[in-house]
């Protein structure tokens, strides 16, 4: 007989979601989606023109990334890079 108690438990719990709240989340979350499609395909044509004028579109991502990075966290990385390399008879 724990089903029906259970039951109850999961109406009580729909009447307390206050629906027009949740549907303002939800319709902002689908508004920010389109607007984060809308700015990627953007960012591809940025790197389209790019590489229209000559630039190595896949350097150019990297860059990109380091500078999102922390300056010391960069440096170190790089410097295990090096090592790494240099263990390997690569540089």
Known sequence: MAEPAKKDEIAAGIE???AGHLRA???RIERL???KRALSDDIKDVYGE???NGF???VMRKIVSIRKQDRDKRIEEETILDLYLAALGMN
């Open 25 to 27: 989340f939800i319709e």
């Open 50 to 52: 790019a590489k229209a």
């Open 56 to 58: 190595d579109v896949k």
């Open 16 to 18: 307390e979601v206050n």
């Open 33 to 35: 989606e389109e607007e």
